[in-house]
């Protein structure tokens, strides 16, 4: 799959260690944001990244980290098309997954440890969405949002 991936200073280290790990599982990484833990880089440009990678089509889907993941996530879910999951379990990237077609997950680098951040991503890359039910309230999402996005 391929994959971009974002991060602000906060969330530097922790991205350098999820990209060798999506490399090591055999996916393709487009790479963006800060480019060290100790210049700052803002949320808003690197959540703008993903966000616009995932809409273009660039990457199949996003991976959003900031210090909280709460800045990071609000931004790439401002744009119509995102349904992005600020997860801080595996059992919600799963469910991001399965009940919400979740296209970007974000997570905190002060949040979570390198484990459980791996194990998240790792159920959201493989998850799939259970439909049914679930695509009638994203559908009523993307009704949301060709209502009130201008
Ligand atoms: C940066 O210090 C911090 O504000 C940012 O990484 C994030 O947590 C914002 O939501």
Excluded: W
């Excluded at 879910?77 to 990237?93: D, S």
Aim: hydrophobic share 40%.
């Amino acid at each position: 799959m391929k994959i971009t991936i974002a991060s602000d200073h906060a969330g530097y280290d922790l991205r350098q260690k999820v990209i060798a790990h999506l490399l090591e599982a055999g996916h393709e990484v487009i790479d963006g944001g800060a480019t060290s833990a100790d210049v700052p880089f803002n949320y808003v440009e690197a959540g703008q990244k993903v966000a616009e990678d995932v809409l273009s089509g660039k990457a199949d889907r996003g991976i959003a980290i900031c210090g909280t993941g709460i800045g990071i996530s609000i931004v790439v879910n401002k744009y119509k098309g995102i349904r992005c999951g600020l997860c801080t379990n595996e059992y919600m990237a799963r469910m991001s997954r399965q009940h919400n077609d979740a296209n970007v997950l974000a997570f905190g680098a002060r949040v979570v440890g390198q484990a459980l951040a791996f194990a998240m991503v790792d159920d959201f890359l493989s998850e799939s969405f259970a439909g049914e039910r679930h695509q009638v309230r994203v559908n009523d999402i993307k009704r949301q949002e060709e209502r009130l996005f201008k």
